[in-house]
T-cell receptor, first 109, second 114 residues
Protein backbone atom coordinates (compact mmCIF):
# COMPACT_ATOMS: atom_id res chain seq x y z
CA UNK A 1 0.00 0.00 0.00
CA UNK A 2 0.90 3.63 -0.20
CA UNK A 3 2.04 5.36 2.94
CA UNK A 4 3.25 8.76 4.11
CA UNK A 5 4.76 9.02 7.59
CA UNK A 6 5.44 12.18 9.52
CA UNK A 7 5.59 12.89 13.26
CA UNK A 8 2.28 13.71 14.88
CA UNK A 9 3.50 16.66 16.91
CA UNK A 10 6.66 18.67 17.50
CA UNK A 11 7.53 21.51 19.85
CA UNK A 12 10.12 24.22 19.23
CA UNK A 13 11.16 27.57 20.63
CA UNK A 14 10.63 30.95 19.04
CA UNK A 15 13.72 32.00 17.09
CA UNK A 16 15.04 28.45 16.78
CA UNK A 17 15.21 26.02 13.83
CA UNK A 18 13.02 22.95 13.42
CA UNK A 19 13.11 20.11 10.91
CA UNK A 20 9.94 18.17 10.08
CA UNK A 21 10.58 14.82 8.43
CA UNK A 22 8.43 12.93 5.96
CA UNK A 23 9.04 9.42 4.65
CA UNK A 24 7.00 7.88 1.91
CA UNK A 25 6.28 4.64 0.10
CA UNK A 26 4.21 5.17 -3.01
CA UNK A 27 3.58 3.57 -6.37
CA UNK A 28 5.67 5.91 -8.44
CA UNK A 29 6.72 9.45 -7.75
CA UNK A 30 5.83 12.69 -9.48
CA UNK A 31 6.80 15.16 -6.80
CA UNK A 32 6.41 15.98 -3.14
CA UNK A 33 4.49 18.90 -1.69
CA UNK A 34 4.48 20.64 1.68
CA UNK A 35 1.43 22.58 2.84
CA UNK A 36 0.84 24.64 5.96
CA UNK A 37 -2.51 24.52 7.73
CA UNK A 38 -3.38 26.79 10.63
CA UNK A 39 -6.03 25.47 12.98
CA UNK A 40 -9.49 25.78 11.48
CA UNK A 41 -8.16 27.09 8.19
CA UNK A 42 -7.44 25.81 4.71
CA UNK A 43 -4.07 24.31 3.77
CA UNK A 44 -1.79 26.66 1.85
CA UNK A 45 1.05 25.67 -0.45
CA UNK A 46 4.63 25.95 0.81
CA UNK A 47 6.88 24.00 -1.53
CA UNK A 48 7.24 21.43 -4.30
CA UNK A 49 10.22 19.12 -4.86
CA UNK A 50 10.61 16.74 -7.77
CA UNK A 51 14.40 16.50 -8.00
CA UNK A 52 16.83 15.56 -5.23
CA UNK A 53 18.22 18.41 -3.23
CA UNK A 54 17.31 21.46 -1.26
CA UNK A 55 14.85 24.15 -2.30
CA UNK A 56 15.06 27.35 -0.29
CA UNK A 57 12.31 29.92 0.00
CA UNK A 58 12.92 32.55 2.63
CA UNK A 59 12.81 31.08 6.13
CA UNK A 60 11.50 27.76 4.76
CA UNK A 61 13.52 25.09 2.94
CA UNK A 62 12.49 21.69 1.67
CA UNK A 63 14.78 18.76 0.95
CA UNK A 64 14.15 15.62 -1.09
CA UNK A 65 15.96 12.29 -1.46
CA UNK A 66 14.07 10.08 -3.88
CA UNK A 67 16.33 7.07 -3.33
CA UNK A 68 15.57 7.16 0.40
CA UNK A 69 11.89 8.09 0.06
CA UNK A 70 12.55 10.99 2.37
CA UNK A 71 11.91 14.68 2.63
CA UNK A 72 12.15 17.31 5.30
CA UNK A 73 10.85 20.81 5.79
CA UNK A 74 13.23 23.15 7.58
CA UNK A 75 11.88 26.23 9.29
CA UNK A 76 14.37 28.84 10.47
CA UNK A 77 14.00 31.81 12.82
CA UNK A 78 10.73 30.42 14.11
CA UNK A 79 7.93 32.85 14.79
CA UNK A 80 4.79 32.32 16.82
CA UNK A 81 2.75 32.50 13.63
CA UNK A 82 4.52 29.35 12.42
CA UNK A 83 2.43 27.36 14.89
CA UNK A 84 0.39 25.21 12.52
CA UNK A 85 0.14 21.75 11.04
CA UNK A 86 2.50 20.89 8.19
CA UNK A 87 1.20 18.43 5.62
CA UNK A 88 3.44 16.30 3.41
CA UNK A 89 1.90 14.96 0.19
CA UNK A 90 3.35 12.81 -2.59
CA UNK A 91 2.05 12.61 -6.15
CA UNK A 92 2.07 9.01 -7.32
CA UNK A 93 2.44 7.51 -10.79
CA UNK A 94 -1.24 8.23 -11.52
CA UNK A 95 -0.79 11.88 -10.54
CA UNK A 96 -2.89 11.35 -7.44
CA UNK A 97 -1.84 13.08 -4.22
CA UNK A 98 -1.25 10.86 -1.21
CA UNK A 99 -1.36 12.89 2.01
CA UNK A 100 0.32 12.39 5.33
CA UNK A 101 -1.70 13.01 8.50
CA UNK A 102 0.27 16.18 9.20
CA UNK A 103 2.68 17.35 11.88
CA UNK A 104 1.35 19.78 14.45
CA UNK A 105 4.10 22.27 15.28
CA UNK A 106 3.85 24.09 18.59
CA UNK A 107 6.04 27.17 19.04
CA UNK A 108 6.84 28.27 22.58
CA UNK A 109 8.13 31.72 23.55
CA UNK B 1 -13.16 37.81 -1.10
CA UNK B 2 -11.79 34.30 -1.14
CA UNK B 3 -10.83 32.81 -4.51
CA UNK B 4 -12.42 29.47 -3.55
CA UNK B 5 -15.66 29.80 -1.60
CA UNK B 6 -17.48 27.02 0.18
CA UNK B 7 -21.01 27.05 1.57
CA UNK B 8 -22.14 26.29 4.17
CA UNK B 9 -19.13 26.71 6.46
CA UNK B 10 -20.81 24.74 9.23
CA UNK B 11 -23.72 22.35 9.14
CA UNK B 12 -25.32 20.03 11.65
CA UNK B 13 -27.76 17.49 10.30
CA UNK B 14 -29.40 14.20 11.17
CA UNK B 15 -28.81 10.70 9.88
CA UNK B 16 -30.62 10.07 6.62
CA UNK B 17 -30.87 13.68 5.52
CA UNK B 18 -29.64 14.87 2.12
CA UNK B 19 -26.89 17.44 2.28
CA UNK B 20 -25.25 19.54 -0.42
CA UNK B 21 -21.96 21.36 -0.03
CA UNK B 22 -21.25 23.97 -2.65
CA UNK B 23 -17.98 25.29 -4.02
CA UNK B 24 -17.36 28.18 -6.35
CA UNK B 25 -14.09 29.62 -7.59
CA UNK B 26 -12.92 32.77 -9.30
CA UNK B 27 -9.45 31.52 -10.23
CA UNK B 28 -10.49 30.29 -13.67
CA UNK B 29 -9.06 26.83 -12.99
CA UNK B 30 -10.38 23.79 -14.82
CA UNK B 31 -9.54 21.23 -12.16
CA UNK B 32 -11.64 21.00 -9.02
CA UNK B 33 -11.49 18.55 -6.12
CA UNK B 34 -13.41 17.54 -3.02
CA UNK B 35 -11.48 16.24 0.00
CA UNK B 36 -12.44 15.25 3.50
CA UNK B 37 -10.17 15.70 6.51
CA UNK B 38 -10.49 13.66 9.70
CA UNK B 39 -8.35 13.96 12.84
CA UNK B 40 -5.26 11.78 12.63
CA UNK B 41 -5.75 11.04 8.95
CA UNK B 42 -4.44 12.67 5.82
CA UNK B 43 -6.70 14.45 3.39
CA UNK B 44 -8.67 11.93 1.37
CA UNK B 45 -9.95 12.56 -2.13
CA UNK B 46 -13.67 12.05 -2.69
CA UNK B 47 -14.20 13.21 -6.28
CA UNK B 48 -12.41 15.34 -8.83
CA UNK B 49 -13.25 16.99 -12.13
CA UNK B 50 -10.96 18.20 -14.89
CA UNK B 51 -13.69 20.07 -16.74
CA UNK B 52 -17.48 20.37 -16.89
CA UNK B 53 -17.90 17.05 -18.72
CA UNK B 54 -15.35 15.12 -16.69
CA UNK B 55 -16.11 13.59 -13.27
CA UNK B 56 -13.87 11.05 -11.56
CA UNK B 57 -14.14 9.03 -8.39
CA UNK B 58 -11.48 9.43 -5.77
CA UNK B 59 -10.32 7.21 -2.95
CA UNK B 60 -13.56 7.36 -0.91
CA UNK B 61 -16.48 8.16 -3.23
CA UNK B 62 -19.02 5.73 -1.73
CA UNK B 63 -21.94 7.61 -0.19
CA UNK B 64 -21.14 10.80 -2.09
CA UNK B 65 -22.03 12.29 -5.46
CA UNK B 66 -20.93 15.45 -7.25
CA UNK B 67 -22.11 17.84 -9.91
CA UNK B 68 -19.97 20.20 -12.01
CA UNK B 69 -22.54 22.80 -12.97
CA UNK B 70 -20.06 25.15 -14.61
CA UNK B 71 -16.32 25.65 -14.77
CA UNK B 72 -16.54 27.67 -11.59
CA UNK B 73 -18.94 25.49 -9.58
CA UNK B 74 -18.52 22.01 -8.12
CA UNK B 75 -20.97 20.69 -5.55
CA UNK B 76 -20.77 17.64 -3.30
CA UNK B 77 -23.88 15.78 -2.17
CA UNK B 78 -24.48 13.28 0.59
CA UNK B 79 -27.71 11.55 -0.45
CA UNK B 80 -28.36 10.01 2.95
CA UNK B 81 -25.95 11.28 5.57
CA UNK B 82 -24.53 8.94 8.19
CA UNK B 83 -22.53 9.76 11.34
CA UNK B 84 -19.20 8.55 9.96
CA UNK B 85 -19.46 11.27 7.32
CA UNK B 86 -18.90 13.79 10.07
CA UNK B 87 -15.73 15.57 8.92
CA UNK B 88 -14.19 18.75 7.59
CA UNK B 89 -14.68 18.98 3.84
CA UNK B 90 -12.46 20.99 1.54
CA UNK B 91 -12.93 22.02 -2.04
CA UNK B 92 -9.76 22.76 -4.01
CA UNK B 93 -8.79 23.94 -7.47
CA UNK B 94 -5.69 23.62 -9.58
CA UNK B 95 -4.62 25.08 -12.88
CA UNK B 96 -5.15 22.67 -15.74
CA UNK B 97 -1.82 23.27 -17.41
CA UNK B 98 -0.09 20.43 -15.61
CA UNK B 99 -0.50 17.76 -13.00
CA UNK B 100 1.79 19.22 -10.41
CA UNK B 101 0.54 22.73 -9.81
CA UNK B 102 -0.32 23.78 -6.31
CA UNK B 103 -3.80 23.27 -4.95
CA UNK B 104 -5.86 26.25 -3.79
CA UNK B 105 -8.25 25.29 -1.02
CA UNK B 106 -11.53 26.74 0.11
CA UNK B 107 -11.98 27.56 3.79
CA UNK B 108 -13.69 24.27 4.54
CA UNK B 109 -17.17 23.06 5.44
CA UNK B 110 -17.51 21.41 8.81
CA UNK B 111 -20.28 18.81 8.71
CA UNK B 112 -21.70 17.05 11.75
CA UNK B 113 -24.12 14.17 11.26
CA UNK B 114 -26.03 13.19 14.41
Amino acid sequence: GQNIDQPTEMTATEGAIVQINCTYQTSGFNGLFWYQQHAGEAPTFLSYNVLDGLEEKGRFSSFLSRSKGYSYLLLKELQMKDSASYLCAVMDSNYQLIWGAGTKLIIKP
Amino acid sequence: DADVTQTPRNRITKTGKRIMLECSQTKGHDRMYWYRQDPGLGLRLIYYSFDVKDINKGEISDGYSVSRQAQAKFSLSLESAIPNQTALYFCATRTGTGHTGELFFGEGSRLTVL
